[in-house]
């Protein structure tokens, strides 16, 4: 191992959502930072992410006539987690978003004209508060360029690349005064080099990318691959070995019917269905693995359908349908016509299947054929007499004319839940509530969970991610 003599006021662990606006803020303040991370180019996750942010009171919604207020936006999040998130967390996020959404306009970030919204793809807001942009993800990371290499040009900013932090270093009591990090992130191999500072940040992301770690959380495989590459859960891997405990361990959630490309397990998600009812109504029943419906494929409310797949084996579930449904009912996935499902089940396409009776097909589905054949037949009975026995309203017609088909839809997510927890300081805390000294946390390295509890409020990750880390550089790291 080589050492270094470097020394800044700040080292941040990941150029990301939260890295950013971390360093670009310190930098303002005329902080020295080190900013390191482990790919090739900077903008971690908002190289893929959708890029939904949500905040209330901005000028945007001011401008628009639109009345909202922090207490209202976490109104919303503790109704939509059902009490489960954190209100500090929730709470700090929400009181600053504003300035963060703001600023990124400021900075040249323009919301899609119509915006904002209320979010219909989540459970909703109540007041429209969400927003993104043309680009998703791509259009934050384009603002933060200019400031950000602005810092660098000026000096403030130390950026190292292709540079992934292996250990914290810290002192005799605890206190964190600095980082070991492999400067060949490449081969994982040395030199590696130590760096030191009077505070650390871990902005290194989830661990989506880490298959283990992803299991050992949720209790589930990792069924969706769409990770930033190296977010391998680091950041928790650091955090705990510097005596920081986990939170957001209650928040698992996963999003409902993703049509993925293959049966590997991660596997890339090929399209998706539409299963919000304001936008198409269900023509199809859901299956499950045991080939039973297990919930109106009509119910409302997104977070009760995100809930109820929780408990279905393998968070799958089926969509089973005949012919004319195929030939008379809206398209049933965006940008994917009735023709290429016929096409895509006919030659055996991963999860696309069809088969010229029910058992035939239950067979090709991997689904237990009588069960099958006995929730056809419930459901076509209900669908006769107008009585659904999981209230199902919406029946436009029975399942009878071959061939039938059936597309197998996986709940996948794209967030880590699992965090570091942390005070409203942002310092990792210990056990017994006390701050590891020098050692801060910002982003998805706080985990979903906390901010979110058990209910998806969209836009609540990178709005979070940005807010806190903008937050850290303008007042919370001390100088
Ligand atoms: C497909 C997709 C869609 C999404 N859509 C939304 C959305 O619409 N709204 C929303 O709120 N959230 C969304 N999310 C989640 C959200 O984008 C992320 O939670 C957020 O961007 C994470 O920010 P971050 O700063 O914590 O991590 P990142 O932005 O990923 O930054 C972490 C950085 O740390 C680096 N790093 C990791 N380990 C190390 C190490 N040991 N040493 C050095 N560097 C390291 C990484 O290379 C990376 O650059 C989405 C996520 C995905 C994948």
New binding site residues.
């Given amino acids: 191992m080589s050492s270094s003599n470097s020394s800044f006021d700040l080292i941040v662990?990941?150029?990301?959502?939260?890295?950013?606006p971390a360093a670009i803020f310190a930098a303002e303040r005329g902080a020295s930072i080190l900013l390191?991370?482990?790919?090739p180019?900077?903008?971690?996750?908002?190289?893929?992410?959708?890029?939904?942010?949500?905040a209330a009171g901005t000028r945007l919604q001011k401008k628009k006539g639109i009345e909202d207020s922090p207490a209202l936006h976490l109104n919303d999040i503790m109704r939509i987690s059902k009490g489960t998130a954190d209100p500090m967390l929730a709470g700090l996020a929400v009181n600053n978003a504003a300035d963060t959404l703001d600023w990124l306009e400021d900075i040249g970030f323009a919301p899609l004209p119509a915006h904002p919204v209320k979010g219909l793809f989540h459970e909703p807001y109540t007041v429209e508060r969400y927003v993104?942009g043309e680009r998703?993800?791509k259009s934050i990371l384009a603002v933060l360029r200019a400031p950000f290499e602005a810092a660098v040009e000026s000096g403030a900013v130390t950026l190292k690349l292709n540079?992934?932090?292996?250990s914290l270093v810290q002192s005799e009591d605890g206190t964190v005064t600095g980082?070991v990090?492999c400067t060949d992130?490449d081969t994982g191999s040395e030199p590696e080099e130590t760096f030191s500072a009077k505070a650390v940040l871990i902005?290194?992301?989830?661990y989506?990318a880490n298959r283990d770690m992803y299991k050992l959380y949720a209790d589930h495989p990792c069924y969706g691959d769409?990770?930033?590459?190296?977010?391998?859960?680091?950041?928790l891997?650091?955090g705990l070995s510097a005596g920081g405990i986990t939170q957001g361990e209650n928040g698992y959630l996963t999003s409902f019917g993703s049509i993925m490309r293959s049966y590997d397990v991660p596997s890339k998600v090929r399209c998706a269905q539409t299963h919000w009812p304001h936008i198409r109504m269900p023509w199809e029943i859901y299956v499950n693995g045991h080939g039973q419906r297990f919930m109106r494929e009509d119910e409302p409310s997104v977070d009760v359908r995100e809930h109820v797949i929780q408990v279905q084996p393998d968070l799958r579930h089926w969509i089973v349908f005949d012919a004319t449904t195929l030939a008379q009912a809206p398209d049933l996935i965006p940008d994917f016509s009735a023709d290429q499902i016929k096409a895509a089940a006919e030659n055996d396409e991963p999860m696309f299947y069809a088969a010229d009776s029910i058992a035939t097909l239950a067979n090709k589905a991997g689904l237990p054929s009588k069960a099958l054949m006995q929730t056809v037949a419930d459901y076509n009975a209900g669908q006769a007499n107008g009585k659904d026995f999981l209230g199902r309203k919406y029946m436009p017609r029975h399942i009878a004319d071959a061939p039938f088909y059936a597309i197998r839809a996986q709940a996948t997510t794209?967030?880590?839940h699992v965090g570091l927890a942390v005070n409203a300081e942002l310092q990792v805390v210990r056990d017994d509530a006390s701050a590891v000294p020098g050692l801060y946390a910002?982003?998805?390295?706080?985990g979903?969970g906390a901010i979110m509890g058990s209910g998806i409020s969209?836009?609540?990750?990178?709005?979070?991610?940005?807010t806190f880390?903008r937050l850290f550089g303008q007042s919370l790291l001390p100088l």
């Fill in positions: 662990i990941g150029a990301g959502t939260a890295g950013l390191l991370d482990a790919a180019e900077i903008g971690g996750t908002l190289h893929l992410s959708s890029g939904q942010m949500s993104w998703m993800g540079t992934r932090v292996s980082v990090a992130a902005a290194a992301g989830g989506m769409h990770s930033y590459p190296f977010n391998v859960g680091d950041a891997t650091l794209v967030s880590s910002a982003g998805e390295a706080l979903r969209g836009g609540m990750l990178v709005t979070p991610a940005l880390g």
